[in-house]
Nanobody
């Protein structure tokens, strides 16, 4: 079994910054992709940023240039540095892990990010 534990959510004013972290434990294997998704009220869950085992990254157009995803393979953690936050970034953010062998996907419990004046 794999567990994902998120931390770092909260409330911030527009233009502010937050850093989310996610720690993975259990049978994650050596090759896995990690990502952050978010879901705002009344909207579908969407990919925010993704990072592969080799360090390749992919970002949603709406966060490019503002958010940075990183990972520490030795600690099995992934982080999301969020700068220049906007009210539209308000959502529950979920950590995601896709294990390659054997194939499986896992989700964290979610952490709330609120951007408001």
């Amino acid at each position: 079994q794999v567990q994902l534990v998120e931390s770092g959510g909260g409330s911030v004013q527009p233009g502010g910054s937050l850093r989310l972290s996610c720690a993975a434990s259990g049978s994650i294997g050596s090759i896995y992709t990690m990502a952050w998704y978010r879901q705002a009220p009344g909207k579908q869950r969407e990919l925010v940023a993704l990072i592969t085992s080799s360090g390749s990254t992919n970002y949603a157009d709406s966060v490019k240039g503002r958010f940075t995803i990183s990972r520490d393979n030795a600690k099995n953690t992934v982080s999301l540095q969020m700068n220049s936050l906007k009210p539209d970034d308000t959502a529950v953010y979920y950590c995601y892990l896709r294990r390659e062998v054997p194939g499986a996907t896992y989700w964290g419990q979610g952490t709330q990010v609120t951007v408001a004046s």
